[in-house]
Structure formats: structure tokens, C-alpha cells
């Protein structure tokens, strides 16, 4: 079975700094996909940013980017220019290629200090 | 417009009661989803149905039950409410095609039930 695993319960990041979420997965498969979810304290959960595993090219969604290391099974997520707007609760998760559901880590909860 | 809604938002209730959670879509989808977030913000899936029809169906008590009238619908029983079905449940939608990265999964707005 899939698993996704955060590691940092909580960070920390100063306004307009930078801020990089740790996620590892585990599987056996070679193509899937891997999500970055937001939840602010409004619970609505946000699509952040996506990676599908056979693209090379780490995706970017303006300030936000991911680090992909497919063969360490390594996921994180990089915030540029941190905003106040941004802290949330920070869930990576993952789908197989052609299945339906998403396996979601622990979460991250990610405060921003003014 | 809202694109994935469910009613209620909150629901407390005694324990022992039978309630319903109501989802509805408007974004055309074909796939349905029901997720519980426990107390921990740990979130699973429960349940999916794509075009009216159970594709998953994890491990969860047969207290539980969904049920989906139609493609936009998909609604969520619960009988005999115990003190550990507490938590947040929420409702997702997408699209299904050949698999790809763009069958993003819609959330809902969840809603919080407590049980007493």
C-alpha cells in the first residue's frame, strides 16, 4: 500500500522568506501523481501545486515550486516570499496513475511571522 | 457559484441518532468522493462512486452509508452515531479522463460533526 509521510509537524517561516515542506512516499509504482493541498483555517482544502512523476521538470506555480526526487521518493515544497496569507495546514498527498483516490500525509502546519 | 457544496456546514447531535450529509456539484463531473478528517487532521478517503456506481469502499463501519440519486449528488448516511464518528467530512468531485493530472479532485467546504 501507499504511504505518504511528513515529517515536520509545524514550521515556522518569517514573512518574505523562503520555506521548504520535507514529504517522502512510498510505492512500488513508476507512474503516478503528487499533489501539494492547502487548508487555511477556513478548512477549504486547496489545490497548491502538482507533479506528474514521469515529467523531469519540477512544477512551479508562482511562488510556489517543488523539489522532485523520484528515486528518493522525495516531494517537498518550496514557499519564495512568504505572505501572511499562506499559513494553513499543508497536506501532500498521492494518486496512482489511473486510480481514483489520494493518499494524504499528516500534514504540515505552516506558521507565518510578521 | 459554488462548485462543490454540502449541507450542513456544522451538525451536533446525540449519540445513537441517524443524520445525513448532503453534497452536490456543479461542474459537470462524473466521479465523487467522501473523505473523513479525524480529530488529527488526518484525512482518508471513505468512499467514491463514478457515474452513479461504488468504486471504493474502504474499510469503514456499515453504519455508514452513501448513496448517490444521480451524477451531481452524492449524499452520506450515518446511523447509530457514535462519539468517534466525530470529525470533518468532506465531499470532492472530479473528472474523470485517460487518468491525466488534470482530474483535480474539488473540495467541498466539509462539515463538522460532533457527536454528544
Known amino acids: 500500500a501507499q504511504t505518504v509521510t511528513q515529517s515536520q509537524p509545524e514550521m515556522s517561516v518569517q514573512e518574505a522568506e523562503t520555506v521548504t515542506l520535507s514529504c517522502t512516499y512510498d510505492?512500488?509504482?513508476?507512474?503516478?501523481?503528487l499533489f501539494w493541498y492547502k487548508q487555511p483555517p477556513s478548512r477549504q482544502m486547496i489545490l497548491v501545486i502538482r507533479?506528474?512523476?514521469?515529467?523531469?521538470q519540477n512544477a512551479t506555480e508562482n511562488r510556489f515550486s517543488v523539489n522532485f526526487q523520484k528515486a528518493a521518493k522525495s516531494f517537498s515544497l518550496k514557499i519564495s516570499d512568504s505572505q501572511l496569507g499562506d499559513a494553513a495546514m499543508y497536506f501532500c498527498?498521492?494518486?496512482?496513475?489511473?486510480?481514483?483516490?489520494?493518499?494524504f500525509g499528516a500534514g504540515t502546519i505552516l506558521r507565518v511571522k510578521s | 457559484d459554488t462548485a462543490v457544496s454540502q449541507t450542513p456546514k456544522y451538525l451536533v447531535t446525540q449519540m445513537g441518532n441517524d443524520k445525513s450529509i448532503k453534497c452536490e456539484q456543479n461542474?459537470?463531473?462524473?466521479?465523487m468522493y467522501w473523505y473523513k478528517q479525524d480529530s488529527k487532521k488526518f484525512l482518508k478517503i471513505m468512499f467514491s462512486?463514478?457515474?452513479?456506481?461504488?468504486?471504493i469502499n474502504e474499510t469503514v463501519p456499515n453504519r455508514f452509508s452513501p448513496k448517490s440519486p444521480d451524477k451531481a449528488h452524492l449524499n452520506l448516511h450515518i446511523n447509530s452515531l457514535e462519539l468517534g464518528d466525530s470529525a470533518v467530512y468532506f465531499c470532492?468531485?472530479?473528472?474523470?479522463?485517460?487518468?491525466?493530472?488534470?482530474?483535480?479532485?474539488?473540495f467541498g467546504p466539509g462539515t463538522r460533526l460532533t457527536v454528544l
Open positions: 507533479q506528474e512523476a514521469y515529467k523531469q
Open positions: 510505492t512500488s509504482e513508476s507512474d503516478y501523481y
Open positions: 461542474l459537470g463531473h462524473d466521479t
Open positions: 462512486y463514478n457515474n452513479k456506481e461504488l468504486i
Open positions: 470532492a468531485s472530479s473528472r474523470r479522463t485517460s487518468g491525466g493530472a488534470r482530474d483535480e479532485q474539488f
Open positions: 498527498a498521492y494518486r496512482t496513475l489511473m486510480g481514483w483516490k489520494l493518499v
